[in-house]
């Protein structure tokens, strides 16, 4: 059985997890504290990041860009990266977007401050850098809002990577109740588009002991 | 003409440029100083990042990744992303390590440090936040090390993008004397052999004012 190595809020591992659902494609979820360096899990990927893919054939992937790649490579059926040059190099662009500017400049701030300090046993989050997280998402809100009121989605004119990649974040700071939804209704709607597909229904379902969501994080309509 | 827009001690646009020149295609240069966020520069690129290719056909590619990999798709004849599809998973997810991880724990620390803050008239460089930077390089110096031992190059048995992007981010950090290359010698040697290719001459001869590159800095033999 197709099996991935994840952690519940970690956004890479959601994107993957969605990926493989829109993409039909079965398989079998295993928590990786990843943060604890088990050996085996270091011997499958030395960056000691999740998501790790292990295929049927028990060939292993890591690196959840690689991972999706690999993925519409070989399951190239129902597109999830663009269907022309044009509309894969802006997937990717705006998937990179979030896979970077948007993970150390938002996510990382306010996920590392208020869950992988606690579960590392470091102490109490900084509300100073969780703040600065707080308030350079605003413009990513805007950048998205910009987007789907021009294409519909983020990237194309359907869902592809890009979405899939900015909701997978979204979705993690949504679980800690850090996200401003009324700042930009675009932005809003675009979410409750993607958060109602049955792709991402699993990620709705996360619970992670020691943190609640808020009421609404599980509501298609918040 | 083929146009790209770059900076100099970018390790992102120096990846772009080596790569365009393995795949023997022809372009322009022009430097962007991309802090300055231009209005034009912006329009290209709302990132506000370089590199940014403009093709002959004036499309507009932005994200050194999927710049690539449009280029890879596009001109397939000399292969850069693998041939297989194990292959293309391991080079794409080695270059990720050095497009974020690198990135992230090394290069940033020091050319932000030692460069842009100088650039951006943003005062001296934190000392600490520099040593970090070389402190956290080590590890990466023995990743290289151990992969090219056992496969002659990073990720494939000949040059990659992984192999270009890895060097992208040493060679700007080697115009500013800190890469200890005696820490790991098979590391320095696949270094040499990198340097020595003629998609990297014209790096080598880059220099930016204030800033003068250690003597062995363009050296094939160091």
Redesign the interface.
């Known amino acids: 059985m197709r099996t991935l190595y994840h952690y519940p809020l970690s956004p890479f591992s959601r994107k993957v997890r969605v990926f493989l659902k829109e993409k039909s494609l079965d398989f079998e979820l295993v928590t990786e504290n990843f943060w604890e360096r088990r050996r085996e899990f270091l011997a499958m990927n ?2 000691a990041q999740v998501p790790v893919l292990i295929e049927n054939d028990e ?1 292993i ?3 959840s ?3 999706c ?2 993925l519409e ?2 399951y190239p059926e129902h597109k999830l990266i663009g269907n022309s ?2 509309e ?3 997937v ?2 705006i998937s ?2 979030f ?3 948007f993970y ?1 400049e938002v996510t990382k701030h306010i996920v590392d401050e208020k869950v992988f300090k606690y579960l590392r046993k470091q102490g109490a989050p900084d509300s100073n850098i969780v703040r600065v997280g707080q308030q350079n998402m605003l413009y990513h809100l805007d ?1 998205i809002g910009f987007q789907v009121e021009r294409l519909g989605w983020l990237a194309a004119e359907k869902l592809t990577l890009a979405d899939i990649t900015a909701a997978s974040h979204l979705s993690v700071l949504d679980y800690l109740g850090d996200v401003p939804w009324e700042h930009n209704i675009p932005t809003k709607e675009w979410y409750m588009l993607v958060k109602s597909r049955p792709s991402f229904r699993s990620l709705l379902n996360d619970r992670i002991p020691g943190f609640a969501p808020p009421p609404y994080y599980a509501a298609l309509d918040f």
Chains 1, 2 share one sequence.
Do not use: C, G, V
Request: charged residues 35%; proline residues 4%; hydrophobic residues 35%.
């Open positions: 030395p960056a060939s992937f890591a690196d860009t690689a991972i790649e690999y490579e070989t040059i044009r894969r190099a802006d990717r662009r990179s977007w896979n970077n500017k150390y950048f």
